[in-house]
């Protein structure tokens, strides 16, 4: 084979890994411990790579057409702007100390990546990746900063709080703050923005906020240190993770009550869905696996091997 037919191939070779890459439903894991994030082929059902992410990666997020994925890397400081078709080498934009959830507005403008030790919440231009804002919030060591639908507002959980604390965008500073129960942690929202959820650790709840009026207006009980949250594309359940008992509950938002509860693997911590809903994606932190719920029958159909320390999901 000559020198212009090995180029050929590997420039085929590289326009297949970006034409897989952009393929969907793919969804990435993120590995604290091992330094990767492992590349789950949602249709076969198995990991067909993983990705370097620095030393100790935890919060991921991705572009709306899955080119690019966010990942918040505590070691480095830094967050880690990762082309999913290999093409390029790995970004880094320099954050504060103990970076943790990373979220991009649906618009595509923005991303927001909570910064533990500095109690602020880092806003980024998603196009030039220059930083826009460092907001201080009031809860310490926030953990989540998630944007509403309509980009408005960005809700902040954080490990030491009793509150969401909640960020105008707009404005660049936190307006206010909603009461909850002890050590907020995950966050979602209904398809219509007009609803929130916040699962709270140390009371075992997830509240139902109302955005218009910024108030809690119904308290789910959940199973042991509650912690993840994935809203159906359909809003009518919403998926909280219970870290102690390793179990995973659908709540029925009609009527705020609990629908089922699907045992998973062991500390199971963050969660996403595939876009129709149909499979819920929750990565195990001390399983080291990703388990499955097929949320129609509302049980868990398969168990994924991934790196030490999966910390969330997030799925394209």
């Known amino acids: 084979m000559n020198n212009s037919s090995k180029r050929m191939l590997a420039a085929f070779a590289v326009a297949g890994l970006a034409q897989a890459a952009m393929a969907a439903p793919f969804a990435y894991v993120p590995n604290e411990k091992s330094g990767t994030v492992s590349v ?3 249709a076969g059902g198995a990991v067909v790579r993983d990705i370097a992410a620095g030393k100790r990666p935890r919060g991921i997020a991705m572009d709306a057409d899955g080119r690019r994925l966010y990942v918040t890397d505590a070691a480095s400081s830094a967050l880690l702007v990762i082309d999913t078709g290999g093409t390029a080498s790995a970004r880094q934009v320099p954050l504060g100390r103990s970076p943790e959830g990373v979220s991009a507005s649906a618009d595509g403008r923005y991303l927001a990546v909570a910064v533990e030790e500095g109690n602020t919440v880092t806003l980024i231009d998603a196009h030039t990746l220059q930083q826009v804002a460092d907001i201080k919030v009031r809860g310490k060591n926030p953990e989540h900063a998630v944007f509403s639908p309509d980009g408005r507002w960005l809700l902040v959980s954080a490990e030491d709080a009793e509150q969401v604390d909640v960020i105008d965008v707009a404005q660049r500073r936190q307006a206010g703050s909603i009461a909850v129960g002890l050590r907020p942690r995950g966050i979602g929202f209904s398809p219509d923005g007009a609803t929130a959820y916040v699962a709270c650790e140390l009371v075992n709840t997830v509240y139902v906020i109302d955005l218009a009026t910024q108030k809690a207006i ?18 009518r359940q919403v998926f909280v993770s219970n870290g102690t008992d390793g179990t995973v509950m659908a709540i029925d938002t009609a009527t705020n009550t609990v629908s089922a509860t699907i045992g998973v693997g062991k500390r199971p911590w963050n969660m996403a869905l595939t876009p129709d809903g149909g499979k819920l994606y929750v990565a195990n932190g001390r399983s080291n696996s990703v388990s499955v719920i097929d949320t129609a029958s509302a049980t868990r159909v398969a168990d994924i091997t991934v790196g030490e320390l999966p910390w969330g999901v997030a799925i394209r």
């Open 40 to 42: 789950i082929d949602v």
């Open 218 to 235: 119904a308290r789910v009980p959940a199973g042991k240190n509650a912690n993840g949250i994935a809203v159906h594309p359909n809003g």
